[in-house]
């Protein structure tokens, strides 16, 4: 089948993890932490390996990979840590083969790839036969609505939304605190637990985006504590429920997020710093206005 290469593993070379397991802002850190010891891992968009390797060297799991770049494959291969590695196209049929692991892993990670396919839910409905029973999906997804991108948006922009090192490609598909409940609900993913990384206001731009906006759409941007999370991290796990009821409990989750966000010392730090950045742009537009008064004046008199 031509999309649907199985490369099996090589033995293995000397291991040393390039993921910096001391930087808790990083959602590749924050999904290792979630992922049990002794467990079967498949790892989506696995890239070069290196989430693959930590989990395999640091935590005995068994991983098995899928990309779609041949490069990756390659490199994914060579570390030895993936017991297969697929090469599948998931925006296609991935064809039977992996109906080989239906009910087979124990955890199936999905990194910062939902927003690019074109239809995220029929491949997150497809990647759940793969789980145990008792099993669980990490996903990690991009905030679409980050305070950097809210500015340019009400600056009739969309630089953040194209630039951005976090949404930087397309096909995307926005995700934000307020869709993801129903996303996940509508195929039976019920939310166990929530995580964030943060950026501050700026996104990877500078703040001059806030200079053309007035100060009470500055504020309404920056006392949402959503406007400074970078991506969600989320821990899903198959429900018996009705789809109303799982809806229930991921917006319950959500709602209750806003104070889990607020008493993360990293947001605390994200905040502070944006904080400073915003009196800056107050007192730059005050400024402004109250020169624009004075030459005002001035015609007038």
Do not use: W
């Amino acid at each position: 089948m031509q999309n649907l290469l199985t490369v099996s593993k090589k033995p293995r070379k000397k291991f040393r993890c390039p993921i910096n397991m001391s930087e808790k802002n990083n959602s590749q850190t924050i999904i290792f932490t979630l992922v049990k010891n002794l467990t079967t891992v498949l790892d989506v968009g696995c890239a070069s390996g290196e989430l693959g390797i930590a989990l395999d060297k640091m935590k005995s799991c068994k991983v098995y990979g899928i990309d779609n770049s041949i490069r990756h494959i390659a490199t994914a291969r060579s570390c030895g840590s993936y017991e297969e590695v697929f090469n599948i196209n998931l925006d296609e049929n991935y064809g039977k083969m992996l109906d080989d692991y239906n009910e087979f892993f124990d955890c199936i990670i999905i990194g910062d790839t939902l927003q690019h396919l074109k239809n995220p839910q029929l491949v997150l409905g497809k990647l759940k036969k793969l789980l145990k029973e008792d099993g669980c999906m990490l996903i990690s997804v991009p905030n679409f609505a980050h305070a950097s991108i809210k500015g340019d948006l009400l600056n009739n922009d969309c630089t953040s939304c194209r630039d951005n090192d976090f949404i930087n490609m397309q096909p995307m598909k926005i995700f934000t605190c307020k869709n993801l409940p129903s996303f996940l609900s509508d195929i039976n993913l019920r939310i166990d637990n929530l995580k964030f990384t943060y950026k501050n206001l700026a996104g990877i731009k500078n703040t001059k985006t806030y200079s053309k906006l007035p100060d009470n759409i500055i504020n309404y941007i920056f006392h949402n504590p959503h406007s400074f999370v970078k991506q969600y991290i989320l821990k899903v796990q198959k429900s018996d429920l009705t789809t109303n009821d799982v809806f229930e409990i991921n917006k319950e989750i959500f709602a209750q997020s806003e104070n889990d966000i607020k008493k993360s010392y990293l947001y605390k730090e994200t905040y502070h710093d944006s904080k400073h950045k915003i009196d800056l742009i107050k007192r730059h537009n005050f400024l402004i206005f109250l020169n624009s008064c004075i030459i005002k004046k001035k015609r007038l008199s």
